[in-house]
């Protein structure tokens, strides 16, 4: 009885898969581009949870399909720009429970960031981070607004001050505990980067400084705070999954306990930090200097506005604001931390490299310590630090793509020239990786790692066409803590070059050749959450000398 159910729901399943797919294509084929069809939604939250392993056996014993190929959720980076080869500058990708509009055309792509309110951020596929509340990427358009305009505030060059100070501080602690390795190389790429940037985070965000070696602080909910950041940051996607209540439960597993109580003590901590700001803000005083008084400062400021000028509309609620400092706080450390990872990965293999920031920073600042640095004089002049960060987002983008939505209304698209018409409630996808590996905007050599491409002969930096490079997104809804992050990343790489080199460790027996095929080997096995990351980048064995 029972297996006659399931068979019966199974049956059901299959038809109405088959039928909802018969549909799409149907959608998808009055676009006349190429399509390609897959079977299951790459939204199912089944197959979210089992694709890795069904793809594994798949592949093994029938070999490479289009579900194989792209029913993944980092199809885009192990694909990079060879669909939109095959297929042209405007393909779709069809499933039974979306289309979506692939576009590697860099004017179609202006055209789609540009037109925010007929090509709409899909909220619904942002909901993850709603940990805490709605924040400025899941709110719809109407909201976002006001979410945009508060939470831009903070991001002033007050805070790249700080930023630019503190992360020449722990990327100093960093190198001294990196160098004291020796040749034992265990320094553990990918956690140390993290603890940096997060120590950079702390500093702007919440006025917290911290060693970056002390493991324990007298501060306890500081030391909760980090704990529980990290904890989140590891199990985001899982949290999409599990709700927050059921973590908590009586009979939850110990290992979503923890995950639980690091939502717990992350909301405490920030709860906490707003309170005291409101406190000093009612009694009239500045308060802190960082971002998260900043912004509580800017909530109020809008709401005055809108008060004295009869408007209704008021400024970011308690767990609005909660929202939208965990986003900061994803946003602006595990990007940064990965990008570094990357590019100290790829350096590694690059002594070349290496040298030629060495030589941009002595010629800046000869043989001063970083202590004496000033952002505000030298920053703009460290521009092969930058350029070292330009192409790792160009090759290696914490988000790969950013889908649009047409919603309810059918949207014209000029793609190459030509016009199309895009149906309801069809994803649109500036495909992000593809264009920035594309060899038409890059050259033949457009996948490999090369941050000279960005100098020109005259020393001054490569801007690139317009719709080609986007890992800070584009338009109105681009990333406000750009500059932000490339301050952080600029000093930490800037202070680790100037007289330290790095150097991959070889296995016992291993020749250089093989060392170099295993480390890109592990730079291209990825780990695919929210955000893009070496899936092992711990497992490289790296030695830091002085020259």
């Known amino acids: 009885m029972i297996f006659l159910l399931f068979l019966s729901l199974y049956t059901f399943w299959v038809v109405w898969a088959a039928l909802c797919l018969a549909n799409n294509y149907a959608r998808a084929r009055r676009m006349g581009v190429p399509i390609v069809l897959l079977p299951i939604s790459t939204m199912n939250i089944l197959w979210i949870v089992i694709q890795h392993p069904a793809i594994s056996l798949l592949e093994r014993f029938f070999g490479p399909s289009n579900l194989t190929r792209y029913g993944s959720r980092d ?236 408007g209704k509309a008021k400024g970011l609620t308690i767990n609005e604001l909660l929202g939208n400092i965990y986003l900061i706080n994803l946003a602006g450390h595990d990007t940064t931390s990965n990008t570094l990872a990357y590019s100290i990965a790829h350096l590694t293999l690059c002594p070349d490299v290496q040298d030629w920031i060495s030589e941009e920073v002595h010629a800046i600042f000869g043989d001063s310590p970083s202590e004496t640095w000033e952002y505000e004089a030298t920053f703009k002049q460290l521009k092969r630090p930058l350029a070292v960060m330009y192409e790792t987002l160009r090759m290696f983008p914490p988000i790969m793509a950013f889908p649009k939505s047409t919603k309810g209304q059918q949207q014209s698209l000029e793609v190459n020239g030509s016009a199309m018409m895009v149906p309801p409630n069809v994803y649109v996808v500036p495909s992000l990786l593809a264009v920035q590996s594309h060899t038409t905007h890059w050259g033949e050599d457009a996948l490999v790692w090369k941050p000279s491409r960005w100098i020109d002969e005259n020393n001054e930096l490569v801007l690139p066409r317009k719709g080609t490079y986007l890992p800070w997104s584009d338009g109105a809804q681009n990333c406000p803590g750009k500059k932000f992050s490339q301050v952080t990343f600029v000093a930490a790489i800037a202070s680790l070059f100037q007289f330290h080199r790095v150097q991959a460790l070889c296995a016992d027996g291993e020749s250089k050749e093989h060392l170099e095929a295993r480390l890109r080997k592990i730079i291209n096995e990825t780990a695919h959450g929210v955000l893009l990351r070496m899936k092992d980048a711990d497992s490289l064995r790296l030695s830091w000398r002085r020259v």
């Open 75 to 310: 199809w885009h980076f192990r694909d990079r720009a060879q669909a939109h080869i095959k297929f042209g500058d405007v393909w779709a990708l069809v499933t039974p429970g979306e289309i979506w509009l692939n576009v590697v055309d860099p004017d179609a792509i202006v055209d789609i960031f540009q037109r925010r309110t007929q090509f709409l951020r899909p909220v619904e596929l942002y909901q993850m981070l709603n940990v805490f509340g709605m924040n400025v990427s899941t709110v719809n358009s109407i909201e976002w607004k006001r979410h945009r305009k508060i939470i831009s505030a903070p991001f002033n060059e007050l805070a790249n001050n700080i930023a630019w100070a503190e992360s020449l501080k722990q990327a100093r602690e960093m190198l001294r505990g990196w160098v004291q390795e020796g040749s034992n190389g265990n320094i553990g790429l990918h956690r140390d980067t993290r603890t940096a940037t997060l120590n950079v985070l702390a500093a702007t965000g919440f006025n917290r400084s911290y060693n970056f070696h002390e493991t324990r602080t007298s501060e306890q909910h500081g030391e909760s705070y980090r704990v529980a950041l990290f904890t989140l940051m590891d199990n985001s996607l899982f949290m999409q999954l599990v709700p927050k209540a059921i973590l908590s439960s009586l009979f939850a597993p110990a290992s979503w306990k923890q995950i639980g109580r690091a939502a717990e003590v992350f909301k405490e901590y920030m709860l906490n930090l707003l309170h005291q700001e409101k406190q000093l803000l009612s009694e009239g005083k500045a308060g802190a200097s960082h971002l998260t008084s900043s912004l509580l400062r800017a909530s109020e400021e809008y709401s005055h506005e809108k008060q004295t000028g009869n």
